[in-house]
């Protein structure tokens, strides 16, 4: 019986990631996109997160909220049966504002972890925008990772495609390898760009 060889992993202890099962595809999947939004949102990356879908998010979340505690305040001040029609109106735009939030992660953001912007460092001019979108089918011990960039001035977009065993990136005890992590999306990122300045 061949040896498996462990991954390395030799980051900072308070650096390093756990995950209680490494078994359950939802935690892995979760702990391998922070990874990697983790990588390319810090100072190793040469791209600035953007925040749209968090931001439309958040602002989804926010109006419910304060729509419920308006919709309260009202009844509070006032009287149920005088507020009937503000809760009932209440009611319903919460349910289609969760509606649209729904429809916003399935059909807009869909499997998108990470956005980012590249900037010509001299002129700060906007020189592409990276999107990647991951996936981790149930049952699957396979992470797909798909890398877009669109170059702005040679006005061109290339993909590129990352399908790894997980088993390659978390150790026995189930922490995940974050080094071995950075530098497999590091070349796959690094292959996407040269392959938009090939003639």
């Not at 892995?28 to 810090?42: E, L």
């Not at 669109?150 to 399908?163: G, S």
Request: net charge negative; hydrophobic share 35%; proline share 3%.
């Amino acid at each position: 019986m061949a040896d498996t060889k462990e991954p390395d992993n030799t980051t900072n202890p308070k650096e390093s990631v756990e995950i209680s099962n490494k078994f359950d595809g939802t935690q892995v999947k979760n702990a391998v996109d922070d990874q990697v939004r983790k990588y390319f949102g810090s100072e190793k990356s040469d791209y600035v997160e953007g925040h749209v879908h968090t931001d439309i998010k958040l602002l989804l979340g926010y109006s419910s909220c304060l729509l419920a505690s308006g919709a309260f305040l009202f009844e509070y001040y006032t009287s149920f049966q005088e507020a009937k029609p503000i809760l009932l109106c209440s009611v319903i735009i919460f349910w289609l504002l969760q509606g649209v939030s729904w429809g916003y992660s399935a059909f807009v953001e869909q499997n998108e972890i990470f956005v980012g912007y590249k900037n010509d460092p001299k002129t700060r001019e906007r020189q592409g925008i990276l999107t990647i979108s991951s996936e981790m089918k149930r049952y699957s011990p396979t992470y797909i990772i798909q890398m877009k960039y669109q170059d702005q001035k040679l006005h061109k977009t290339t993909q590129t495609k990352l399908e790894k065993n997980v088993a390659s990136w978390f150790t026995e005890d189930g922490v995940l390898a974050t080094e071995i992590v950075d530098k497999d999306i590091q070349e796959q990122a690094a292959s996407l760009l040269r392959q938009v300045h090939k003639d």
